[in-house]
């Protein structure tokens, strides 16, 4: 998943201007190598979400690692139950040394039970050099530094077929009411309007945050993430009406909401561009650019483009943002080493090696532009850098565990269940706050 965090940077002019973007000076990437080998002979074992293209992507920024130290890695992919896994390998005395935490909830959890060590002075000092004051912030619990934020993602952007949408004579859209209408229009013209990842919970959290932001505004968002506002709020279920609409809509979605329910993420984005395409458009983060270009084969900006999320109801363009960061846990085997891989990936040449390959977006302002390899991610990059301290996460993100990140429960089902039914949404909201009360008291 890409999942997961989700920041949300305050206004969507940078990322509008992703679509006519140009290519940004500076020298070219930097690259691992050289290095005393210090580290020869030992393993980091690393355990993350990632898997397909990300991880193929990951793993070549841990080679670079290994060139760089002479440290050997080995890469376990979780799946989303990140929190589940982590905590069964720590009881079965098999814990990772370093784990990629999609989750701030996921984040705080862990370093309550005690599991982290605080981050290098090191590392420390490249986060204070590199990166806004806000991702060490998210990073810290009790005023100690124990995740630093390698991997971000720009959430708020709707992938399409630009045939797709030639064909059917439409444009981006730059409101809600418009993209529903602009995906009859594509409905009409014989392909689905939308393919959606329903399989995957944490998608349909990112629908519902992108709404939710725009409609509601950022200080009841804010208030719902903390669980200061109740998710019987007459505000949700404003946003969950308006989610409906497009959910309950089978001229929209391919396969209707059993196609969606039954589509994981990476289907999502075949549906669209893969070789048979179902859909005209894929709403998520940018990481779909990886997706489209390593799997199908797709040139981003030409045969794969976006338009940013569009506005609800005379609200604001919302701009949603997630990230993973790197913990190193105390019952590593090999928690050094562990710890001098986060000091690598603290760096903007760490950085580099993955946005040379594509389906990335690194918060570190150090890096060059020049090494992602296309315009529409550069600028969408640069976006996400120029935010600074306006970042947030998203809400499913800050909750606990339970409720915002765990597969087959809490937001993930019950939203979901909606897909599925999305007649009642007062009733929906009503469940989102009964779980949510469980999870944040607990």
């Given amino acids: ?44 074992t690393v355990a993350g979400v990632w898997s397909g293209s990300e991880q193929k992507n990951f793993q070549k920024v841990l080679d670079a690692f290994t060139e760089k130290t002479g440290a050997k890695t080995q890469f376990t992919s979780t799946g989303d139950n990140v929190s589940t896994v982590v905590g069964s390998k720590i009881e079965g005395g098999n814990a990772p040394d370093v784990v990629m935490v999609p989750q701030v909830g996921v984040l705080q959890q862990f370093a309550g039970n005690g599991w982290l060590q ?29 995740g630093l934020y390698f991997k971000a993602a720009h959430k708020s952007t709707v992938w ?17 009411a418009d993209l529903l209408k602009a995906g009859r229009t594509v409905s009409d013209s014989g392909l689905a309007a939308f393919s959606v990842a329903g399989q995957d919970g944490w998608t349909l959290t990112d629908w519902f945050e992108n709404v939710y932001l725009s409609q509601a505004g950022p200080e009841k968002y804010d208030a719902l993430a903390a669980h200061k506002l109740k998710w019987t709020d007459a505000s949700v279920v404003k946003a969950l009406t308006t989610l409906g609409e497009l959910f309950k809509d089978k001229q929209l979605i391919a396969g209707g909401q059993k196609g969606a329910l039954n589509t994981d993420f990476p289907g999502s984005v075949e549906k669209v561009f893969g070789p048979k395409p179902e859909a005209g458009m894929v709403y998520e983060g940018d990481f779909v650019a990886g997706v489209a270009k390593d799997q199908f084969g ?47 990936l603290a760096t903007p040449e760490a950085a580099a090696v993955w946005a040379e390959a594509g389906g990335f977006l690194s918060p570190n302002k150090k890096l060059d532009l020049a090494s992602y390899g296309d315009d529409v991610t550069r600028a969408t990059a640069k976006s996400l850098v120029d935010a600074g301290d306006s970042v947030r996460f998203d809400m499913s993100d800050q909750a606990p565990a339970a409720f915002g990140g765990t597969k087959g429960a809490g937001e993930w089902k019950l939203l979901q269940d909606f897909l599925r039914d999305p007649s009642d949404p007062k009733a929906t909201a009503a469940q989102l706050e009964a779980a949510a009360a469980k999870a944040y008291k607990g």
């Fill in 1 to 44: 998943m890409m999942r997961r965090r989700t920041t949300l940077l305050t206004g969507c002019t940078a990322l509008a201007l992703a679509l006519g973007a140009t290519a940004c000076g500076g020298g070219g990437p930097v690259t691992a190598g050289g290095g005393d080998k210090a580290l020869n002979g030992q393993t980091v």
């Fill in 160 to 176: 399409y077929s630009p045939d797709a949408l030639t064909q059917a004579g439409v444009k981006p859209p730059t409101t809600y």
């Fill in 298 to 344: 797709r040139k981003i900006g030409q045969d794969a483009n976006f338009f940013p999320f569009p506005a609800v109801d005379g609200g604001d363009a919302p701009v949603v943002s997630g990230g993973d960061a790197a913990v190193v846990l105390k019952d590593g085997k090999n928690a050094k080493a562990g710890m001098a891989l986060l000091e690598y």
């Fill in 118 to 146: 605080p981050l290098s002075a090191t590392t420390v000092k490249s986060v204070d050099a590199n990166y806004a004051p806000v991702w060490k912030t998210y990073g810290s619990v009790d005023g100690s530094l124990y």
